[in-house]
């Protein structure tokens, strides 16, 4: 079975533009989670999604958001980029029903915002 | 104040050393992770454990529920263990709350 796998694996923005980054769970898996992780901030939970519906949302700006499509499927997109957003960003994905299986991470994105 | 705290930030250690990583946090949680992240910012989920006690190869996880408290050991430590290890508190279906994460390095 393939794992998490994200997309792009590495990006270089300007500020000012927006960007949008694809993860792809593992099949089967319906629930989708981002996180961001900064050398200042560490990790930090972005959002949720089961089922194409936001379950949850991290203490993040308006700016970040996402979505999830039919097929599990999951993107999420920072417009108007700052400096402050270059950050590895992971998504997760685990077993419908199983709330208290382990994630399975991708090996993330990483961006840089110059 | 972060809601979840680990300690050490950084440990070295000689091969075959027994290592114990410490977390604990400040609210109740449903269930902890254990994560290990390698250098490329891999992240592998070790385990997750809402009581007691797992065991997975030479790694072990315990929480103590009322102390609000969870370690992470291994046993026999071998420089390919090297990597940051880091505990989360999980809050409501897959909203996580981070450690800061400890360094882990073994030297052969």
């Known amino acids: 079975k393939a794992g998490v796998t994200q997309t792009p694996r590495y990006l270089i923005k300007t500020r000012g533009q927006q960007v949008t980054l694809s993860c792809s769970p593992i099949?089967?898996?319906?629930?989708v989670s981002w996180y961001q992780q900064t050398p200042g901030q560490g990790l930090q939970f972005l959002f949720e999604y089961f089922s194409e519906t936001q379950r949850n949302k991290g203490n993040f700006p308006g700016r970040f958001s996402g979505r999830q499509f039919s097929n599990s499927r999951s993107e999420m997109n920072v417009s108007t980029l700052e400096l402050g957003d270059s950050a590895l960003y992971l998504c997760?994905?685990?077993?419908?029903?199983?709330?208290?299986?382990?994630?399975?991470f991708g090996n993330g994105t990483r961006l840089t915002v110059t | 104040k972060n809601e979840v705290e680990q300690s050490p930030q950084n440990l070295t250690a000689q091969e075959g050393e027994f290592i114990t990583i410490n977390c604990s946090y400040s609210?109740?949680?449903?269930?902890l992770h254990w994560l290990q992240q390698h250098p490329g910012g891999g992240i592998v989920s070790l385990f997750m454990l809402s009581s007691g006690k797992k065991k997975h190869g030479r790694l072990i996880a315990t929480i103590n529920i009322q102390e609000k408290h969870s370690s992470l050991h291994i046993t026999a430590s071998h420089p390919r263990d090297s990597a940051v290890y880091i505990c989360?508190?999980?809050?409501?279906?897959?909203?996580?709350?981070f450690g800061t994460g400890t360094r882990l390095q073994v030297f052969p």
């Open positions: 989360a508190g999980q809050y409501n279906t897959d909203k996580l709350i």
């Open positions: 997760a994905s685990r077993p419908p029903g199983q709330g208290f299986s382990p994630l399975h």
């Open positions: 609210v109740g949680i449903s269930a």
């Open positions: 099949s089967g898996h319906r629930s």
